[in-house]
């Protein structure tokens, strides 16, 4: 099954992109995910390992996932290794002015015949919905906070963001999905 | 002692019969029946150590159907993957069932302390149910108990091998038929203890049978919501010392248990639903 998901985001690409690959922001804004640790010495770039969770119904479902492409600010793709097998991909294009068109993809399997296509089909709208919700808080987090080295790497960071922002994080992710 | 009658399972390990590639197969299947039917809430994963063996010691329920071992199994499988061995006791006849043979690729052996040592010595994690056939077939109105038998195996296990007791708290099982009593009287008039090392006959009200006695073809599961509470490692000789009063260490690990339990109960606002 394949789940893809656009936002568009009022922020340099490049700052998106800092956003994206920081590993200690992943867990932040990754809607569902409760493990995202990385195994080894690379911590981003071509060949980091991660061991990556996801809650999908009963169960958190991932495994051991290696990034696979790297093409800074542009795309970074990544395939599993172990667990669930599936791929995915970021891929940030420039938008209007200083927007940033972002685009989630996410392709996954499970085995087990007939069953698996059901339980894939189920899962669907699952993690369909934790990407619709990890975007609009990737676009409340770069769009409303600071972008220092501080924050970026364990700084303190603003925990609210305020309703408004998040209303319209929403209503911009739900408009542009319904147009993709 | 009793000994197994000879058409039971033996003792003999079963442990290379554990199949990654079967589970694999078959974990959507249990993923969509833990996950939709039984609306399955696993919680505290992250406590069982990554690697290496671990004794996981649960409470048991929902009579032979067992609700919350699926949940559990499906859970640990899809977080630390089908490739870490890991390997649960059962009784020897619920082994013996030609309708469960898919057990033994999933990892089921036969519950007895030699097949214990050896899982563990092999580094799996392994899932024990002290209470087993006891505890499995309590009343429904005993839901929030946790009733081990007094069975302390467990922690001698532990013990031996130099492995951490992690507890795995469960509720809702109990729930998925009306569990009227063990009928332990009528299993010994009928002397099951000595032919099948049963000790229990239980009497329930379940789906399709209506009144259900034995529960030795199973029944179909009401879906009561099934939650799973991990608990932190414990570590036998840091917390009793060498030589361990097993009393107080029983006490001490059921009483934790029992006081999740407990609150797992109180979060419960009604039968079934959860």
């Not at chain 1, 956003?19 to 080894?40: C, K, L, N, Q, S």
């Not at chain 1, 051991?64 to 790297?70: A, P």
């Not at chain 2, 239980?202 to 789906?207: D, E, K």
């Not at chain 2, 029983?250 to 109180?266: F, N, S």
Request: aromatic share 10%; proline share 7%.
């Amino acid at each position: 099954m394949r789940v893809v998901v656009y936002t568009r985001i009022d922020a340099p690409r490049q700052r998106v992109w800092d956003y994206i690959v920081d590993p200690d922001r992943h867990i932040e804004f990754m809607e569902g995910m409760t493990r995202w640790e990385a195994e080894g010495a690379r911590r981003t770039g071509l060949g980091a390992r991660f061991a990556m969770r996801m809650r999908v119904g009963s169960a958190e479902l991932g495994g051991l996932i290696e990034i696979v492409e790297f093409d800074p600010p542009c795309d970074m793709a990544w395939t599993s290794i172990t667990g669930v097998d599936h791929r995915g991909r970021w891929r940030l294009r420039p938008g209007d002015g200083e927007c940033t068109e972002v685009e989630l993809r996410v392709t996954y399997y499970a085995p087990g015949g007939i069953m698996g296509s059901i339980a894939d089909l189920v899962a669907w709208p699952i993690v369909r919905g934790h990407l619709q919700r990890s975007l609009q808080a990737l676009k409340r987090g770069v769009e409303t906070r600071p972008h220092t080295r501080s924050a970026r790497f364990g700084g303190k960071q603003r925990r609210s963001t305020g309703g408004r922002e998040k209303k319209r994080a929403q209503a911009t992710v739900r408009e542009v999905v319904r147009r993709g | 002692m009793i000994s197994s009658p000879s058409f039971l399972p033996t003792m003999r390990d079963d442990f290379e019969r554990r199949d990654p590639d079967f589970i694999r197969q078959f974990l959507p299947l249990f993923w969509l029946i833990a996950s939709f039917w039984f609306r399955a809430d696993v919680r505290g994963l992250e406590k069982i150590p990554p690697t290496g063996p671990v004794l996981l010691v649960g409470n048991h329920s929902g009579g032979n159907m067992t609700p919350d071992t699926a949940a559990f199994v499906v859970a640990f499988s899809a977080y630390f993957g089908a490739e870490r061995p890991f390997y649960q006791l059962a009784h020897s006849l619920v082994l013996a069932m030609p309708a469960l043979w898919w057990l033994r690729p999933f990892g089921t052996v036969v519950a007895s302390p030699a097949n214990a040592d050896k899982a563990l010595r092999k580094g799996a994690a392994l899932l024990v149910y002290p209470g087993g056939d006891y505890e499995v077939h309590r009343p429904t109105w005993e839901s929030a108990t946790v009733d081990f038998d007094g069975r302390k195996g467990f922690l001698r296990i532990a013990h031996r091998d130099r492995v951490p007791i992690v507890p795995v708290v469960s509720i809702g099982g109990q729930e998925t038929a009306l569990f009227l009593s063990r009928g332990q009287q009528l299993a010994k008039w009928l002397r099951l203890d000595r032919l099948f090392r049963l000790k229990v006959l239980p009497i329930s009200l379940a789906l399709p049978w209506g009144l259900n006695i034995g529960d030795m073809l199973g029944h179909l599961p009401l879906p009561a919501k099934i939650t799973i509470q991990v608990l932190d490692p414990i570590d036998l000789r840091a917390r009793f010392g060498s030589k361990p009063d097993w009393k107080v260490a029983y006490r001490d690990i059921v009483g934790q248990m029992q006081r999740t339990l407990t609150r797992l109960q109180a979060e419960r606002r009604l039968p079934i639903l959860g």
